[in-house]
C-alpha cells in the first residue's frame, strides 16, 4: 500500500469513529467550553500521555502544513520544549511520563480537531457525568488496531524512518506524541518525501478523502457539522 494510501485510509478511519462518538456519545458529555477545569485537560501534565504511531505523525504533519508558518513553527517549538521539560524519550515504560500537548492552543483548541488526523484517545475521551454515557473502550482499541495494521502494511511497501520501527525492528511504534512533532525530518519516507524541507502540499480536505466511499446524505451532515463547528470539543 503506497504512504498516501495509508493516509487516506488512516483518515477516514478516525473520521468514521470520530463522527460516531460526537453524535452518539458526546450529546451526553460535559461542553468543553465551560470546562470547570482551570486548564484544558490538552494541557494537564499530570494527565495527557498521548501516543501515536509514524502515519498518525505524519498525517498531523500535513494537517499543519495548511496552517501559517508561525503557527507550526510555534508547535515545533513547544514539542522540543515537552520532549525536554518532561523528558520524553524511547526509553523505559514512555506510558509513565506525561507532557502538555503542544497542539493545543488557547482560544483555538487542538489544532487537528479537523481532517482525520486526531489521535485515537483524544478522539475517545471526553468527560461524562455518567461513566456509563461515554464509548466503550473497545471502539478505541479496534480503531487503534487498525492503526496498527495500516503502519504495517504501509511499511512493507515504504522505506520508512527508523523511529517508525520498535526495538526488534518490526513496524509499528507508539511514541509519545511530542517525540514525532519535534523533528518532522523523521517523518519522511520513500514515497512521502518533503516534510523536512519545507512546506509539502496540502493534505486533501476532509470531503475529497472520502470519494472512494460516497457519504449517505445524513453522514455529510454530520460531517458538516463537524466542520461548522470544530471546537465544541477541545
Ligand atoms: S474533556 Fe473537556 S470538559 Fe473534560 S476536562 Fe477536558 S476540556 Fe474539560
Ligand atoms: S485533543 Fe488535540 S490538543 Fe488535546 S491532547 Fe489530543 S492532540 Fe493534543
Redesign the pocket.
Known amino acids: 500500500m503506497s504512504g498516501h494510501r495509508a493516509l487516506a485510509k488512516l483518515r477516514e478511519a478516525k473520521l468514521r469513529l470520530q463522527r460516531r462518538v460526537a453524535f452518539t456519545y458526546e450529546p451526553a458529555a460535559?461542553?468543553?467550553r465551560s470546562?470547570?477545569?482551570p486548564a484544558?485537560?490538552?494541557t494537564d501534565v499530570h494527565f495527557v500521555n498521548v501516543h501515536i504511531t509514524w502515519l498518525e505523525a505524519r498525517a498531523i504533519e500535513e494537517k499543519l502544513a495548511e496552517l501559517p508558518e508561525e503557527t507550526r513553527q510555534a508547535v515545533r517549538l513547544r514539542a522540543r520544549a515537552a520532549v525536554e521539560t518532561y523528558q520524553l524519550s524511547d526509553e523505559g515504560d514512555t506510558y509513565a511520563r506525561s507532557y502538555s500537548c503542544p497542539l493545543y492552543v488557547a482560544g483555538t483548541g487542538c489544532l487537528v480537531h479537523q481532517g482525520g488526523a486526531k489521535p485515537a484517545p483524544c478522539i475517545h475521551?471526553?468527560?461524562y457525568d455518567d461513566p456509563r454515557d461515554g464509548p466503550p473502550d473497545s471502539l478505541q482499541l479496534a480503531l487503534e488496531a487498525e492503526i496498527e495494521a495500516l503502519n504495517r502494511e504501509a511499511t512493507l511497501e515504504l522505506n520508512p524512518p527508523a523511529a517508525a520501527l520498535n526495538a526488534e525492528h518490526e513496524p509499528c511504534r507508539w511514541r509519545p506524541l511530542p517525540l514525532w512533532l519535534a523533528d518532522s525530518a523523521q517523518l519522511d519516507a520513500q514515497d512521502l518525501p518533503g516534510l523536512g524541507q519545507g512546506r509539502p502540499q496540502a493534505a486533501p480536505r476532509v470531503e475529497e478523502e472520502l470519494t472512494d466511499r460516497p457519504l449517505p446524505q445524513v453522514e455529510r451532515a454530520e460531517l458538516g457539522d463537524l466542520i461548522l463547528e470544530p471546537h465544541h470539543?477541545?
Open positions: 460535559r461542553d468543553c470546562c470547570p477545569a484544558p485537560c490538552c475521551h471526553a468527560c470539543r477541545r
